[in-house]
């Protein structure tokens, strides 16, 4: 069965960087499309971009560029979310969910991201 | 960038209803539109794709239309378990309509 696993929770200082993984199983990795999604607390979501997971090429929504960077490592099925100079606004639930026809039909668990002092 | 709101924000209504929430977009977006519903601490989950499309294993109570500008999510009998919150999304998503149990 399609599955995708998410890193744990990360606590960082501001300024920090993170790295929070997206890990793949059940399907052929190259075939469909990786998003990336941030939902800060109480708040709704948020589309970040997405990843070809076949070429490795990578789109950032419109507030997601520059310090933040997606990345794959194809031969272990994982997507990766990079985020750099990290501030408290970054503190959010961040999740991976898989591309079908425009359809995020996979999701993975979140990874909560705090950046504190 | 395409701008999607949804209406009502909030809705109130009882197990049995039929309720309808509204997607409405910036600027024509053809059928290219999905559905999600989140529960509280839950990844969300994919209910329709391509404005009408229903995923497998989606009760067939929810529906979806539209094209263009214009779409609805349509739950024909609530049940206890469909009050979360849903949204829409084209690239962006919209803002999100929380469903509460009147």
């Known amino acids: 069965q399609v599955q995708l696993v998410q890193s744990g929770s990360e606590l960082k200082k501001p300024g920090a960087s993170v790295k929070v993984s997206c890990k793949a199983s059940?399907?052929?990795?190259?075939?469909?499309?990786m998003n990336w999604v941030r939902q800060a607390p109480g708040q709704g979501l948020e589309w970040m971009g997405w990843?070809?997971?076949?070429?490795?090429?990578?789109t950032y929504a419109q507030g997601f560029t520059g310090r933040f960077v997606f990345s794959l490592d194809m031969s272990a099925s994982t997507a990766y979310l990079q985020i750099n100079s990290l501030t408290a606004e970054d503190t959010a639930v961040y999740y991976c969910?898989?591309?079908?026809?425009?359809?995020?039909?996979?999701w993975g668990q979140g990874t909560l991201v705090t950046v504190s002092s | 960038d395409i701008q999607l709101t949804q209406s009502p924000s909030f809705l109130s209504a009882s197990v049995g209803d039929r309720v309808t929430i509204t997607c409405r977009a910036s600027?024509?977006?053809?059928?290219?539109l999905a559905w999600y519903q989140q529960k509280p601490g839950k990844a969300p989950k994919l209910l329709i794709y391509?404005?009408?499309t229903l995923q497998s294993g989606v009760p067939s109570r929810f529906s979806g239309s539209g094209s263009g500008t214009e779409f609805t999510l349509t739950i024909s009998s609530l049940q206890p378990e469909d009050f979360a919150t849903y949204y829409c999304?084209?690239?962006?998503f919209g803002q999100g309509t929380k469903l509460e149990i009147k």
């Open positions: 969910a898989r591309d079908r026809d425009g359809g995020f039909d996979y």
């Open positions: 600027q024509g977006i053809g059928s290219y």
């Open positions: 999304r084209q690239n962006t």
């Open positions: 391509v404005a009408s």
């Open positions: 059940g399907y052929t990795f190259g075939t469909y499309a």
């Open positions: 990843i070809n997971a076949y070429t490795g090429h990578p």
